[in-house]
C-alpha cells in the first residue's frame, strides 16, 4: 500500500486538486486509487480530527461535532475502517 499525502498551503492550488479528485473519485476507484469519503468529502479534515490529541477541542472539532468523546472515539473506527 502507498499513501499520498498533499498538505498545500493557501492558494497554491490544494482547493484545484481537492476538487478534481473529488469529481474522478469513481476513475480512480476503478484504477485501485482510494479518496477516501469517510475522510471527508474533498479536504479530508475527518483525518486530522481522527489522529490528533482527542483531549484538545479546537474550534474545529466543535464545529463538526466531535468535540464529545464518543464522537472522536466513532471517527476514528470510522477512519481506520476504510
Known amino acids: 500500500m502507498r499513501i499520498l ?7 497554491c492550488g490544494a482547493e484545484a486538486l ?3 479528485l473529488d469529481a474522478k473519485r469513481g ?7 482510494l479518496y ?3 475522510l471527508g468529502r474533498k479536504n479530508h479534515t475527518r483525518l486530522y480530527m481522527a489522529v490528533s490529541d ?13 468535540a464529545r468523546s464518543a464522537a472522536q472515539e466513532r ?5 481506520a475502517g476504510d
Do not use: N
Request: aromatic content about 6%; hydrophobic content about 40%.
Open 5 to 11: 499525502l498533499h498538505i498545500g498551503l493557501p492558494y
Open 18 to 20: 481537492q476538487s478534481l
Open 27 to 33: 476513475r480512480l476507484e476503478k484504477s485501485g486509487i
Open 36 to 38: 477516501s469519503r469517510v
Open 54 to 66: 482527542p483531549g484538545h477541542i479546537d474550534p474545529l472539532r466543535h464545529a463538526r461535532g466531535f
Open 75 to 79: 471517527l476514528a473506527r470510522a477512519v
